[in-house]
Nanobody
Framework: QVQLVESGGGLVQAGASLRLSCAAS????????MGWFRQAPGKEHEFAAA????????RYADSVKGRFTISRDNAKNTVYLQMNSLKPEDTAVYYC?????????????????WGQGTQVIVSS
C-alpha cells in the first residue's frame, strides 16, 4: 500500500486555476494507477480524473473534461491535478487515490489507498 497526502486546495474565484498535488510514499508508486475523486457537500464521491501507471492513458469525467489535466512524475512519487476555468460546482473535497492494477480506471472500488483530501472552494 502507498500512503497519500494531498495539497494545493484553497479558496478561489470562478475562472481561476489551482493545481493539486498528491505525494505518495512507498517504492512501488510507479506501478499504481492514480486517480482523483471529489465529494461535494451532501453528495456522493464523484470520479474526476485518472492516469495509468506510466501516464500514457488518462480518463476524465465529462464534467471536468477540457478544464482539468491529470499528470504524474514517478521520479517524485507525485500525481497532479491541474484545474483551470474553475466553476462554483467544482467546490468539493478532492481525494487522491491509488489503484494497484496500474491500468487506468474510473471505478472507485478499484482504488485501495486514499488520501485525507484537500478542500477546494470556488466562489461565484
Amino acid at each position: 500500500q502507498v500512503q497519500l497526502v494531498e495539497s494545493g486546495g484553497g479558496l478561489v474565484q470562478a475562472g481561476a486555476s489551482l493545481r493539486l498535488s498528491c505525494a505518495a510514499s512507498g517504492r512501488t508508486f510507479s506501478s499504481y494507477a492514480m486517480g482523483w475523486f471529489r465529494q461535494a457537500p451532501g453528495k456522493e464521491h464523484e470520479f474526476a480524473a485518472a492516469i495509468s501507471w506510466r501516464g500514457g492513458n488518462t480518463r476524465y469525467a465529462d464534467s471536468v473534461k477540457g478544464r482539468f489535466t491529470i499528470s504524474r512524475d514517478n521520479a517524485k512519487n507525485t500525481v497532479y491535478l491541474q484545474m483551470n476555468s474553475l466553476k462554483p460546482e467544482d467546490t468539493a473535497v478532492y481525494y487522491c487515490a491509488a489503484s494497484r492494477g496500474g491500468v487506468v480506471t474510473m471505478i472507485r472500488t478499484d482504488f485501495s489507498s486514499w488520501g485525507q483530501g484537500t478542500q477546494v472552494i470556488v466562489s461565484s
